[in-house]
């Protein structure tokens, strides 16, 4: 069951991480304490599900479908996150996503560590992240909308002559 946002931020402090790991379905099968105690959850509630369990509204199609299609390539990502928390509160995040290898390259786990990210680029991440969002809700099939935002998004970065990941680090 999905909760309503309460538009009301939750903070963590910039010496956490929150950290979870998925196997390459992307069904959570670890969450640290620091994890828990944000978004509100017991363990038992979130080991097993899927990690949209936290996927908050306003956040873009696009940003998750780059973020698979990164992961799945083999390489890492990072990204800046808005996640909802059990009660409806949201809390900003900056994410770092790696796969984990096994013995003969497949990837067995995805990781996820995040930190506290810089409110300055959370500022200008937010209107970037609208937009995107207003885009995808022109377009009635989820699968137009991941189409029409990844292009809008592609034409954001080249304007800004970076790609995503070298993107984030400037904002
Ligand atoms: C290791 C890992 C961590 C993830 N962390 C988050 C997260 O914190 N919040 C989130 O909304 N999605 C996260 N995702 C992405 C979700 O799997 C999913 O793609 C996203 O919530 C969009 O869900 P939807 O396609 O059902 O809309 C993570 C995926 C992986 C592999």
């Known amino acids: 069951m999905r909760r309503e946002p309460t538009n009301v931020e939750r903070f963590f402090g910039d010496e956490e991480i929150i950290v979870s ?8 099968t670890y969450a640290n304490d620091v994890f828990l105690r944000v978004a509100g959850y017991r363990e038992s509630e979130v080991i097993g599900q899927p990690h949209s369990l936290i ?16 992961i799945a390539a083999g ?26 290898f096994g013995p003969n390259g497949e ?21 970037i992240y609208a937009d995107l969002l207003a885009e995808e809700r022109r377009h009635p099939s989820k699968a137009a909308q991941i189409a029409a935002s990844t292009d809008l998004l592609g034409r954001v970065v080249s304007q800004l002559g970076m790609p995503y990941d070298e993107l984030v680090f400037t904002l």
Request: hydrophobic share 40%; glycine share 2%.
């Open 21 to 28: 790991k998925t196997d390459p379905e992307g069904r959570i």
């Open 55 to 70: 996927r908050h509204p306003d956040m873009p199609r696009a940003v998750f479908k780059l973020l698979w299609d990164t």
């Open 75 to 100: 390489h890492e990502i990072f990204a800046y996150v808005v996640n909802l928390a059990k009660n409806g509160d949201h809390y900003w995040v900056f994410a770092h996503v790696t796969p984990t």
């Open 107 to 127: 990837i067995v786990a995805y990781h996820s560590n995040r930190r506290a990210p810089d409110r300055a680029a959370i500022a200008k991440i937010k209107p």
